[in-house]
């Protein structure tokens, strides 16, 4: 069982004063190799400070040699985008090893930062995009209902974010 703390320091503010306080926020990682299938379960907030613990976790787990590696995100109650990255790196290390990879549990705020960047298929079990995917509808018009030069360029920015190399990378 791998098992790494983090503590963090924030600043409450309450009645306008400010004060130093130390929280403890704690995050765990438990990886378990057994019968040629590998299992990571992640708890807690997964930022810069915690996530070497992912990295290392999944190492220990690659170098057992499984077939599959299932990453549990159930407990995960915070994702910051160095989070997002180890988890990316996760999914490269993977591909790598020939190991098949499944993220679970994946929650309501981690699916919006993987949707927002682009990356939601690259975790869950559809895998990476192959560019065939039928394109989102479009956005609604303004009340007026006549497309105007300013629509037409933010539906190109959108189709140039969502057409991102970053899914290039990854598969």
């Known amino acids: 069982m791998l098992v790494g703390p983090a503590l963090r320091r924030c600043a409450p503010r309450g009645h306008g004063e400010v004060r130093d306080a130390v929280t403890v926020c704690p995050f765990t990682s438990h990886a378990v190799v057994q019968a040629g299938s590998a299992r990571v379960t992640l708890a807690g907030e997964l930022d810069w400070d915690t996530a070497p613990y992912v990295r290392n ?31 990316l790196e996760v999914r490269t ?27 939601g298929e690259v975790l869950t079990e559809g895998g990476p995009t192959t560019g065939t995917e039928p394109s989102p509808p ?16 933010a539906d190109a920015d959108a189709a140039t974010v969502a057409q991102s190399p970053l899914r290039d990378l990854l598969a």
Do not use: H, M, N, Q
Request: hydrophobic share 45%; aromatic share 2%.
């Open 57 to 87: 976790a999944v190492a220990a787990c690659l170098a057992e040699r499984p077939t599959s590696l299932r990453l549990d995100l159930t407990d995960l109650s915070f994702c910051d985008c160095a989070g997002l990255g180890a988890l």
């Open 138 to 153: 479009p956005l609604p018009l303004p009340s007026g209902g006549v497309p105007t030069r300013r629509d037409a360029d």
């Open 93 to 119: 290390s993977a591909l790598r090893a020939g190991v098949d990879l499944v993220a679970e549990g994946i929650g309501t705020a981690l699916a919006r930062l993987l949707d927002l960047t682009g990356t």
